[in-house]
C-alpha cells in the first residue's frame, strides 16, 4: 500500500497538530445556540503530512500537461501558458462584474475583440458569450432557432433533424429546448444521406443540426445541398462547432449555408478544460438572426471572462496564418495515425479524414475488447481515446491527436498501439486484467459517476 493510498482521516493521530493559533484573548462572542454541541472532527496530521497527502494525490491526476490525450471529439488541446498569464493579469483577475460601467471598458473591449475574432473566423455575424459550455450553447442556439420562427409566426416548426452520427449533446439540447427530433441516418461512407434527408423535411421542419467534419471526422461534402434543401423548406442549420479545429482558417461554416452556430472555447481555442471546469460555449449567428442575439439569458453577466480571455490571447498568438496551420496539423497528425495503425486495427470508413477518425476495434480481436485496449494504454502513460461513440459501431476508438504533438510523441503512441495489438494475439488475458499499474483498474463507472461515495464514513 503506497502513503497516499490513505484517507487524509486515516493518517490522524490523537494530538498531532500542524499549526497553533494563540490564545484568543478577547473570548469569542458567539450566542450559545449557535454554538457547536460536539467536537469538530478533523484530521489531526502535521503539516508535511498534509502537504504530501495533497502533493500525492495532484501527480495521481492525468492532463493534457502530462501527456498525449488522444480523446476524440473533445479536443484536449494543450493550453499555452501566455493564456494563463493573461487571464491572471490584476486589472482583469480582480475585476467585478457589478464594479461601474467606466471602469470595465477594457474587459468589454476584450468581449468586443473576441467576437469579432470570431466572427471573422466563422462567416457569422454576431455573438453570445452567455453560454458556459457546448451543450449550453447548443440550449441557447436552438432557443434562437424557436424565437426566429416564432417571430415570423410560423409556430409549427417543433422538430428538429439531427443525423445519427451526431453528439449526444445534440438531441438532448433539442429535446431540452422542447422540440422533437427526428434522426437522418448516414450512408456507408459515414456522411449524411441526403435522398433519406429529402422526405423528412416540410413545414413543421424547425432546423437541422450539423457537426462538420462530422463525428467520425469526415468533412460533410454534400453540404451545401443539404443547406439548399433545408432552408428551401422554410429550416435553419444549427452548426455543432465544439470541433471547429480542422477547419480554423480555411473553411467558415457561415459560408457553408449555417444560420446559427456554437464554438467551444474549451476545445478549439485551447481553454482548460475536464472535470466540469469553467468552459465557454458561444453562440455565433448570420444576418437572419442578428437582432435576436441577446434574448436568450442563459448565465448571469457577460459568461466566463476568464475563459474568454484565454481564448483571444490564443487567436491574437497565432495570428491569421498560423491559425490555418493549426487545422492543418491536426488534419495531418490524424491522418498519420489512421494509416500507421489501418492494418492491425479496423477502420471501417477508409477515406482521408480532418482531425479526428474512428477504428471499430481491433482488426484481429482474439477475444480483445475496445474497453481492454483503452485500459491498457493506460499501463502504457497515455490517456485513453474515446470509446463507445460515436454509436455507428460496436467498438469505436475515436482518436484525435490535435495539432501541438511532435512526431516523436505520436510514433511513440503508434509503437504501444502496434504493441497492444501483438497482446492480444499473445496473451489477452492480460488485456482483460489491465490495466496493472493505476491505483484503481476497472471501476463500476455508471454506479461511480451516479452513485460518487465522496465524503469519509470514518
Ligand atoms: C464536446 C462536444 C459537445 C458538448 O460540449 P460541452 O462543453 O461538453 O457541453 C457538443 N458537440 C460536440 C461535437 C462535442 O465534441
Redesign the pocket.
Known amino acids: 500500500m503506497k502513503y497516499y493510498d490513505k484517507l487524509i482521516f486515516e493518517l490522524s493521530k490523537p494530538g498531532r497538530i500542524g499549526f497553533s493559533l494563540p490564545e484568543c484573548e478577547t473570548g469569542a462572542n458567539i450566542p450559545a445556540k449557535l454554538r457547536r454541541e460536539s467536537e469538530l472532527v478533523l484530521p489531526e496530521v502535521s503539516e508535511p503530512d498534509v502537504v504530501r497527502h495533497y502533493t500525492n494525490l495532484s501527480q495521481m491526476n492525468f492532463g493534457v500537461d502530462t501527456g498525449f490525450y488522444p480523446l476524440g471529439?473533445?479536443?484536449m488541446k494543450y493550453n499555452p501558458k501566455i493564456n494563463e498569464e493573461i487571464a491572471s493579469l490584476d486589472g482583469f483577475r480582480a475585476l467585478h462584474p457589478l464594479q461601474p460601467e467606466q471602469t470595465t471598458k477594457g474587459a468589454r473591449e476584450v468581449i468586443a475583440s473576441l467576437e469579432k475574432a470570431l466572427a471573422a473566423i466563422t462567416g457569422m455575424k454576431r455573438f453570445t458569450f452567455l453560454p458556459c459550455?457546448?451543450?449550453?450553447?447548443?440550449l441557447t442556439g436552438l432557443m434562437l432557432m424557436r424565437e426566429y420562427h416564432m417571430k415570423r409566426g410560423d409556430s409549427a416548426r417543433r422538430k428538429v433533424i439531427v443525423p445519427d452520427s451526431a453528439?449526444g449533446?445534440?438531441p438532448a439540447s433539442a429535446a431540452v429546448c422542447g422540440l422533437d427530433i427526428v434522426v437522418v441516418k448516414s450512408k456507408e461512407n459515414g456522411l449524411v444521406d441526403v435522398e433519406a434527408l429529402k422526405p423528412l423535411l416540410g413545414p413543421e421542419i424547425a432546423g437541422i443540426m450539423m457537426?462538420n467534419p462530422n463525428?467520425l471526422g469526415l468533412f460533410e461534402r454534400e453540404i451545401a445541398q443539404i443547406a439548399e434543401l433545408v432552408h428551401g423548406c422554410g429550416g435553419l442549420l444549427y452548426y455543432?462547432g465544439?470541433?471547429m479545429n480542422p477547419l480554423l482558417g480555411t473553411v467558415r461554416p457561415g459560408d457553408m449555408g449555417f444560420d446559427i452556430m456554437h464554438l467551444?472555447l474549451?476545445?478549439t481555442f485551447s481553454t482548460p478544460?475536464g472535470g466540469g471546469g469553467p468552459?465557454s460555449?458561444p453562440v455565433g449567428v448570420n444576418d437572419k438572426l442578428a437582432e435576436l442575439i441577446d434574448i436568450p439569458k442563459v448565465s448571469g453577466f457577460h459568461g466566463n471572462f476568464g475563459i474568454m480571455l484565454r481564448a483571444y490571447a490564443y487567436i491574437l498568438m497565432l495570428g491569421k496564418e498560423n491559425i490555418a496551420l493549426a487545422g492543418k496539423l491536426a488534419t495531418l497528425n490524424a491522418n498519420y495515425i489512421k494509416e500507421s495503425l489501418k492494418d492491425c486495427y479496423k477502420l471501417p470508413i477508409d477515406s482521408i479524414c480532418k482531425h479526428e477518425f474512428v477504428f471499430d476495434g481491433l482488426a484481429e480481436p482474439n477475444g480483445v475488447t475496445t474497453l481492454d485496449v483503452a485500459k491498457r494504454l493506460l499501463d502504457y502513460g497515455y490517456h485513453a481515446p474515446t470509446i463507445y461513440f460515436p454509436l455507428l459501431f460496436h467498438q469505436t476508438i475515436m482518436i484525435e491527436p490535435t495539432e501541438t504533438e511532435s512526431k516523436e510523441t505520436i510514433d511513440g503512441f503508434i509503437e504501444v498501439m502496434r504493441k497492444i495489438a501483438q497482446e492480444a494475439l499473445q496473451d489477452p488475458e492480460l488485456l482483460h486484467r489491465a490495466p496493472v499499474s493505476t491505483p484503481i483498474g476497472r471501476p463500476d463507472e455508471t454506479t461511480a459517476a451516479r452513485q460518487p461515495i465522496v465524503k469519509c464514513e470514518c
Open positions: 471529439s473533445c479536443t459550455a457546448g451543450a449550453h450553447g447548443e453528439h449533446t445534440n457537426t463525428t455543432d465544439a470541433n467551444n474549451h476545445k478544460h468552459g460555449g
